[in-house]
Nanobody
């Protein structure tokens, strides 16, 4: 499965932005991570195969919404009330299995497939 992330850009603090991730085939559990230079890639949000279960990092809870449309093999991240500290390269990821575990969903090692990343810059 190949993943293609898109939708990044330059916005001001308080603005909204929507990221999309297109999968070349069926993707199971999926997630968004983000990374800034010289820091480890960090978990943002995850969603189960059905879309019925979602998990968020505390830093984005209440501001970001993860969703998916299985018929189109796509996943999205609606980012609201953006802050300068949200500035990062955002990566979409997918697992090879259908088992969804809330704790493991936030771990890098859980995901097998990764997209190329899309840059989000939030100015103050």
């Amino acid at each position: 499965v190949q993943l293609q992330a898109s939708g990044g850009g330059l916005v001001q603090a308080g603005d909204s932005l929507r990221l999309s991730c297109a999968a070349s085939g069926r993707a199971f559990n999926m997630a968004w991570f983000r990374q800034v230079p010289e820091k480890e890639r960090e978990f943002v949000a995850a969603i189960s195969v059905s879309g019925g279960t979602t998990v968020y990092a505390d830093s984005v809870k209440g501001r970001f919404i993860i969703s998916r449309e299985n018929a189109k093999n796509t996943m999205s991240l609606q980012m609201n009330s953006l802050k300068p500290e949200d500035t990062a390269v955002y990566y979409c990821a997918a697992t090879q299995t259908t088992l969804f575990n809330g704790v493991r969903s936030s771990r890098l090692s859980t995901y097998y497939y990764w997209g190329q990343g899309t840059l989000v810059t939030v100015s103050s």
